[in-house]
C-alpha cells in the first residue's frame, strides 16, 4: 500500500533525463524512483539562505552590466514579463532567479509533495499558529514557495483555476484599480493560454499561447460517483468552470501538455537561448534594490557563484520574487513600514505598508471518506507504466481531479466562498509528515488511513477574513522572513469553515453514496479526543489542528490607490519609488476565488503591456 501510495507522489531529484517510454531506460526509471524516495526522506530543510549567499569577497563588487529592464524572479509572472518584453527586440532584459533548472522528474505533476523536500523549495514556515497547524511541528505552518526556473508552478498541483468574474469586478470597483475589470483582463487570459481540453467555452479561452491547459484522465468508479452526489446536493455540473459559470462541480484544468507538468519556464522561457536580447541568470540571489537621492530605482546588486555583482537599468526594475521574497526585498532595500526598518537599524528610503495584509486561501485537511472500490492499488511499476501512456494517477496533481466552489446564495452572479479539492489518493502517515511536518501522534493517526481505498475531501476558504504579515527577521539577507499569517485569529473564518464542512459532510448522506457504500471516516484527532466526535466543539478543535495553507499566499505588496494602505499603484509602480515595480501575487489586490498560478501569469502579460505601452510600443 505505502509503494502505491509513494508512487503517486515521490520527486525524483537526479540531475539528468530518462527517456521515458523506451524499453531500455524503464528499469533505470524505476531504480531512480526507489533511490530519491530514501533522499527525499532524507532532505534537511536549512534554517538560513546560508549556501546561496555564500561570497569570496565580501567587500568586492563586479559590475555585471547595463539593461533596459532588470526582472527579479522567474516564476508565474517574472517569467511571463521577461517574455514579453524581450519581444521588443532593440531592448535588453535581464531575469535573475535565486534557484536554478528544474530536471526532467519534476514534470510529473502527481509528484508534487515530495518536492517540498528538495532543493526546489524555499523552505519557510510560519511563526507558531495560535489558532491552526496544531498537528504540526512547533504548531507551524509548512508555506511552501518554489525556488527555481518557474517559481512555485514546478512544484505546485499545476491546477488551472482562475476564479470568479466578480473577483476581478472587485478589483476595479471596490479597491479603485482602472482597469481590472473581468472585462478588462479575461484577454490577458486567453492571451497566455493554449487551451486543448474539451469540451470548453470557446469565447473564454485561448488556442494560441505558450500555456498548455488540459484535462488528465479520471478514476473511474470514483468521480462519476461524486459528480452525481454532488448534484443530489444542489451543485451543478460544469463542463468548464473557467468559463462561463464558476460555481458547481468539474473536472480539474491542469498546466499540462502531454504527461508533463507545464511551468511558467516551459511555457514562456523554453526559447530564451535563442533570443539575443534576453539573459536569463540562475542561482542569482538579489539582495538589494539600488535606489537613488531621488529616489529612483537604478540597479539591483545580487550574489552568484560566490560573488557579488551590480547590475544596473537604464529603464526600470520590476520584483515579482513572490509574496514573501519580494516584500523582504523591499524592505532590505528601503522601501517598508518606517518603525519596522528603523527598529532594524535600515536607511528608510520610502515608508510603505510592505509586508501587511498576508492573506491565503484556508485549508482543512480533516474530511475523508472510505469506499470499498480499491482504486489505487497499483504498484508502483504499473504507476509508470501507466504515466508514459499518459495515465492517472501521476499525470493529475497530488491527485486532485475534481474540483467545485460554492456560495451560500447557491447564486452563479455571486463568487464562491467555499473550494472542495477531491484528492485521491489520501495520505498516509508518511506521506502527510514529507506534506505537512506532522507531529508524531498525528503521523500514527494518519496511518489508519488507507490510500487505495479512502480519498480525501479538502475544504478551503477563498475569501477568509483573517490577515497576517511578513516582516524581517534581520537586515541580513540570508535571514528568512517571519511569516506570521494569522490563520482563523477572525471568528467569522471559523463560522464559515464550520459552514462549509458541514456542507462537504451532507454527501455521506446523498443516495448515491449510499448506493455505493461510501462513508465519513472518522478518526480519533489527537488533542480532541475529549469532546463528543462530529459536535461542533469537536469540529472547531479539529480546525486547530488541521487548518493550514493552500499555499496561495498574497497581497503583501497589494494594489490600491491610497498609498497608505497599499505599495503599488495599479500599474504595479510602486509608490514613491520611480522606475520600480511589483508584479507578482503579492501585488494582488484581493486574492481570487481559485488557485493564483492562473492569475499571476495574467498579470505577468498584463504588465508587459503596460510596460510596453509607457515606452510607445504597440501591443
Known sequence: MLIALLSVFFLFTVKGGICLGENGNFEDFVNMVDTNISAAKQYVISQWNDEVLKVDKPNRVHFY????????????????????????????????????????????????????????????????QENACHAFLNNECFMIQGKGLGGTTILNAAIYSRGHSEDFDRWENVFGN?????????????????????????????????????????????????????EELGLDYLEDYNGRYHNGISITQFDLKGNERVTSASAFLDDFRNKKNLEVSPFSFATKILIDQRKRAYGVRFIKN?????????????????????????????????????????????????????????????????????????????????YINHQRPLTAGIGCELLAFRNKQNDETKRPYMEIMFNNP??????????????????????????????????????????GSVTLRSKDPKHKPIINPQFLSNEEDVESLYDAVQFVLKLNNTPTFKENNFRLLVLDYPGCTHLEKLSKPWWLCAFKYLTTTEYHPGGTNRMCPDPKNCVVNSKFQVYGIENLRVTDISSIAELNSGHTHAVAVMMGEKSADMIKQKYKFEI
Request: net charge neutral; glycine share 8%.
Open 426 to 467: 489520501s495520505f498516509d502517515g508518511e506521506v502527510g509528515n514529507l506534506s505537512f511536518l506532522l507531529k508524531p501522534e498525528y503521523i500514527e493517526l494518519f496511518n489508519q488511513i488507507n490510500p487505495a481505498t479512502d480519498f480525501w475531501a479538502n475544504v478551503l476558504l477563498v475569501h477568509p477574513k483573517s490577515r
Open 65 to 128: 552590466g547595463y539593461y533596459d529592464f532588470i526582472i527579479i524572479g522567474a516564476g508565474a509572472a517574472g517569467a511571463v514579463i521577461a517574455s514579453r518584453l524581450s519581444e521588443i527586440n532593440k531592448w535588453k532584459i535581464l531575469l535573475l532567479e535565486a534557484g536554478g533548472p528544474t530536471n526532467d522528474f519534476i514534470k510529473i505533476p502527481g509528484m508534487a509533495l515530495y518536492s517540498f523536500h528538495s532543493d526546489f523549495t524555499w523552505g519557510y514556515n510560519s511563526t507558531p
Open 306 to 386: 560566490g560573488k557579488i555583482y551590480v547590475a544596473k537599468a537604464r529603464k526600470e526594475i520590476i520584483v515579482s520574487a513572490g509574496t514573501f521574497n519580494s516584500p523582504q526585498l523591499l524592505m532590505l532595500s528601503g522601501i517598508g513600514p518606517e518603525d519596522h526598518l528603523k527598529s532594524l537599524q535600515i536607511k528608510v528610503i520610502q515608508n510603505s505598508p510592505v509586508g501587511k495584509n498576508l492573506e491565503d486561501h484556508l485549508m482543512f485537511i480533516g474530511v475523508h471518506f472510505r469506499t470499498n472500490t480499491p482504486f489505487n492499488n497499483h504498484t508502483l511499476r504499473e504507476q509508470l507504466k501507466l
Open 178 to 230: 482602472p482597469g481590472w475589470s473581468y472585462e478588462k483582463v479575461l484577454p490577458y487570459f486567453k492571451k497566455s493560454e493554449h487551451a486543448v481540453f474539451t469540451p470548453r467555452d470557446e469565447e473564454y479561452h485561448g488556442v494560441n499561447g505558450p500555456l498548455t491547459i488540459s484535462h488528465t484522465n479520471v478514476t473511474p468508479g470514483l468521480n462519476p460517483v461524486l459528480i452525481k452526489a454532488a
